[in-house]
């Protein structure tokens, strides 16, 4: 690949929020109100946390960014969308929700296993909590673990729960919190997915952070807005190096499970907005850093146009992950991420 110059590299960072198309300049001129309820308190309420360890390694980060700049003076950009470009490394979460049997677990197993994931994608993949320790003991690099939840605090009389400490005992490294499904049937409000996220990362557990608008929330041009409060609620509780250990995932209510995905330019649209608002609300740092994964209905068959998205740096995918042919079609869409 051949490497910007510094005349390139000044340009990278000149245009790093370029704003195309006066339709969408005007969205993302909107004031936005957000609930200013405050979790400020959150390390107070925490008061048991310890710092996280910091995750490095983001070696291709600046070969991304360089990549995106030489793209857009050669004008493969022209859209009209809006553009912010995450810079990095593409990664594709597998979340196998409540499904699955010793039986069909093992086989997913011996599938991905015998899948090729390329070297440019991060895999994590997301087992029931009963299955967590068999699938860890059989999936071979580069696949990692996740929890589907945890507990908000430390362990004790929570009957059904599993603690953060417990998962960094076992060595889960990641979890994923704030799901659509655990929102809406286990009433987990914004605040407390905030909490759950610090709770974890001050334990060592890295988050997987979901955020998304319902379909009544969409058609009532809310999609931002409701994005953002999701989001305002974990940044009130993480600190800058937190971001390190943070994957977005921005998955719309209305495609999760429902074969109805959103269009690469709906996700672009939303990705680019939640990344702006990173920049505004966080730093510019941490917003070109960070990942936004999309998830909703994510298949072998539509994954590599949505992979070319520049904000699109990685999926979550539900239905589509307990298929590991299909899954590892989905992990090497990261060669046509942009
Ligand atoms: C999910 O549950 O996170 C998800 C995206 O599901 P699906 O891919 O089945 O829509």
């Not at 991304?64 to 979460?93: E, M, P, W």
């Not at 269009?263 to 920049?279: C, F, I, S």
């Amino acid at each position: 690949m051949k490497l910007a110059t510094s005349k390139q590299k000044e340009e990278i960072t000149k245009q790093k929020w370029i704003i195309i198309g006066s339709a969408h300049k005007t969205m993302m001129m909107m004031t936005m109100s957000f609930n200013t309820t405050t979790t400020a308190s959150c390390s107070q309420q925490l008061a048991s946390s310890q710092k996280t360890s910091v995750r490095g390694g983001r070696a291709n980060n600046k070969l991304r960014a360089q990549k995106h700049a030489i793209a857009r003076q050669n004008g493969r950009r022209a859209s009209s969308l809006v553009v912010c470009d995450g810079t990095g490394k593409f990664v594709v979460g597998g979340n196998w929700k409540c499904n699955g049997t010793i039986d069909s677990i093992d086989k997913l197993c011996a599938s991905l296993n015998s899948g090729k994931i390329t070297a440019d994608v991060e895999v994590i993949c997301a087992p029931p909590m009963v299955y967590i320790d068999r699938v860890q003991s059989k999936l071979k690099a580069p696949y990692q673990i996740a929890a589907q939840n945890c507990w908000v605090s430390k362990g004790g009389a929570f009957t059904g729960e599993v603690s953060a400490e417990m998962l960094k005992d076992v060595n889960i490294p990641w979890v994923i919190l704030g799901h659509s499904e655990r929102r809406s049937l286990c009433g987990e409000t914004n605040e407390f997915v905030g909490l759950k996220t610090k709770y974890a990362l001050d334990t060592g557990v890295k988050v997987v952070a979901c955020i998304g608008e319902s379909l009544a929330q969409r058609e009532a041009g809310d999609t931002l807005n409701v994005c953002f409060a999701q989001l305002k609620a974990i940044v009130d509780c993480v600190t800058g190096k937190d971001w390190e250990n943070i994957i977005i995932a921005y998955e719309p209510v209305w495609a999760i499970g429902t074969g109805k995905v959103a269009t690469p330019d709906q996700a672009q649209e939303v990705h680019a907005g939640v990344r702006k608002w990173m920049n505004e609300n966080v730093s510019a740092d941490v917003a070109s850093k960070v990942r936004i994964q999309y998830g909703g209905s994510v298949n072998a068959g539509n994954c590599d146009e949505l992979a070319t998205k520049p904000d699109i740096d990685g999926f979550l995918v539900g239905g589509a992950s307990l298929d590991g042919e299909a899954f590892v079609k989905i992990c090497n869409s990261a060669a046509h991420s942009k």
